[in-house]
């Protein structure tokens, strides 16, 4: 017997089933196991369950079956209760006391501590209406109540909207008390949406704390621990925030326009030596990265050309760029030991701190510049200042020489001194006015020319562009003892460095001090060739302001940077970090 639209199934006592007619997959196994069947008919009759048949369809059949079958329909799920138990979110129909009414399959998964706390925001939500409702007129489309809800153990986060179950004739339906008795909640896992917005949220606020530099906390702090600071705070947030323990941070070289490392946590000093350019093509990933201003994700490093050797055993890689006001000033080069380490989540976390990272680091070369240029204008100022009544001393000298032209020999010499003092205040204001360009204190130093037993027979190499701060510095430490090679630019202190090993004496220098601003070579690659001919060789850097435009502090303070001093300085300051550095205990260290 076939009937269009529905399907049979004998079932024999004891056996099972029989014959079946179009019924497969779940349905015919709830026929098999019986479990829609209430235990009224007889284990001893055959049971013939039918689907899909009206009422008389249904008598039609029983009445052309012998006795000894009893025909029997299953439970029809309705289309409603259907696409409820299809849907990924939960639905709930409660009374205003919070007892469940009826709920879908995703409500129904929920552990009981969970559905007990969406049970108490729906009697809530009832209380709320009833309120609005006996206060005024109020229209359903206007009741509706959000909440969050944790689950019991706190791994997830649900969304909770509840209305009025009352249906909706229009949007200007007016909810009565009646309509509050019973209330529909819909309930939505936005666990990841709302961790997503926590990080984002965090993430913020680490960039606002990163650029955010307190005038009265870094008051005090020079560029090295200003710089520190900043690569601290990067550090930690690499860490905490986005759980990244393999980065790098390269910058573009404004001379070179070549990709310098000015940070590196957990990758090998090796990196420092790989030639990168901004170039879509032959400098890898960073390369291309910096040229073109989009991120990259690399999920196989075995499988993508463009993945040059960082991190040992690395598998995959994130580099996004430093942008600032859409220009491309560096890159952040992230390293995993994992394939697929990431996603385009991760992409867009990165992407955005690298934002604040680029600002931060624009931000303190402002500062540097900005204090560079206060200085001078300062000085100047000063040195305008003082000329009136330096000349009107000069002027009130001659006057006393004019005027009393039989003054002994004892008031001529003391005349002279002050129009000898004059002069000097006049220059000492003038050399102050220069900047970085001069050095201060240099007359008290050569007045004592002592020899001093540390200093005596150390051979030290001085690098700095400018003649007169380099031939300063010679003249004190040979006063010193001291056997000094000069140089004017960082290409000639780094062969001095190297023709130490290859004239097969190995006798590196005692001390190297190099200015970190030269027209070819840097600071820092003065530092790295230092480092290289010989890692106990100390080094001391200068730099006029705190000015660093190749970040070669952070650089160089990462691998054991002795010192830095910050032009104009005290020549004795220089000869006390000379001490330090050449002294026994330093030597232990």
């Known amino acids: 017997m076939r009937i269009s639209g529905s399907w049979v199934a004998i079932v024999q006592p004891e056996v099972g089933i029989e014959w079946a007619d179009r019924v497969e997959g779940d349905r015919l196994n709830e026929v098999r196991s019986g479990r829609e069947i209430d235990g009224v008919m007889s284990k001893s009759r055959a049971r013939v369950f039918v689907e899909g048949l009206s009422e008389a369809e249904k008598l039609e059949l029983d009445s052309a079956l012998p006795d000894r079958y009893a025909v029997e329909s299953l439970p029809v799920e309705s289309p409603i209760e259907r696409v409820a138990n299809a849907l990924v979110e939960g639905i709930v129909l409660a009374s205003d006391g919070g007892r469940v009414i009826w709920s879908n399959d995703f409500f129904n998964a929920l552990d009981e501590g969970t559905q007990s706390r969406i049970a108490d925001v729906c009697s809530e939500s009832a209380a709320w209406f009833r309120s609005r409702v006996s206060e005024e007129k109020v229209a359903l489309r ?10 019991s153990d706190g791994s997830k986060i649900f969304e909770i909207y509840v209305t009025p179950a009352e249906r909706r004739e229009d949007e200007s339906s007016i909810c009565t008390a009646e309509s509050t008795v019973q209330v529909a909640g819909v309930v939505r896992d936005v666990t990841q949406e709302r961790r997503r917005q926590q990080k984002m949220e965090a993430i913020d606020r680490a960039g606002y704390e990163l650029v955010r530099l307190d005038a009265d906390a870094i008051r005090g702090m020079n560029m090295m621990e200003r710089l520190g600071l900043i690569e601290k705070k990067i550090v930690r ?29 957990g990758l090998p000093s090796e990196i420092q030596h790989l030639t990168l350019i901004p170039e879509a093509a032959g400098s890898g990933i960073s390369g291309y990265v910096a040229a073109t201003g989009q991120s990259y994700i690399c999920s196989d490093a075995q499988t993508d050309d463009l993945f040059l050797p960082g991190l040992a055993g690395a598998r995959s890689s994130l580099t996004v760029p430093l942008l600032l006001h859409d220009q491309v000033i560096g890159i952040i080069d992230i390293e995993s030991q994992n394939p697929h380490g990431f996603d385009e989540e991760d992409r867009r976390f990165v992407e955005i701190f690298a934002r604040h990272v680029a600002l931060a680091l624009h931000m303190l070369d402002l500062l540097v510049v900005e204090r560079c240029s206060t200085n001078e204008n300062v000085t100047v100022r000063v040195e305008g ?23 002994s020999a004892e008031a001529s010499s003391h005349i002279d001194r002050i ?14 006015a220069s900047g970085p360009q001069t050095l201060l204190g240099v007359e008290r130093a050569m007045a004592d020319r002592g020899e001093e037993p540390l200093l005596i027979g150390k051979r030290i190499l001085v690098a700095d562009d400018h003649l007169k701060i380099r031939k300063v510095i010679a003249d004190v430490l040979r006063s010193k003892g001291c056997e000094m090679t000069v140089v004017g630019c960082g290409e000639d202190a780094i062969q001095a460095i190297q023709s130490e090993n290859t004239a097969g004496q190995n006798q590196p220098f005692d001390l190297v001090i190099s200015d970190i601003q030269m027209p070819d070579r840097n600071g820092y690659e003065v530092f790295s060739a230092a480092k290289e001919s010989c890692d106990a060789t100390p080094v001391i850097l200068m730099t006029g302001f705190g000015y660093d435009p190749h970040h070669s502090i952070v650089r160089a303070s990462q691998e054991g940077l002795g010192a830095v001093i910050f032009k104009p300085f005290e020549i004795e300051v220089l000869l006390e970090q000379i001490r330090n550095a050449l002294s026994p205990e330093s030597d232990s260290a």
């Open 385 to 407: 200042e003082l000329n009136e009544p330096l000349d009107d001393i000069l002027h009130e000298i001659d006057w006393l020489r004019e005027s009393s032209p039989q003054n």
């Open 142 to 151: 206007e009741l509706v109540c959000r909440f969050d809800v944790a689950s």
């Open 419 to 432: 129009r000898a003092d004059v002069e000097a205040i006049r220059q000492r204001v003038k050399e102050v």
């Open 237 to 265: 947030d690499m860490h905490d925030l986005l759980n990244y323990d393999h980065f790098a941070i390269f910058l573009i070289d404004e001379r070179t326009k070549a990709l310098s490392l000015v940070m590196s946590i």
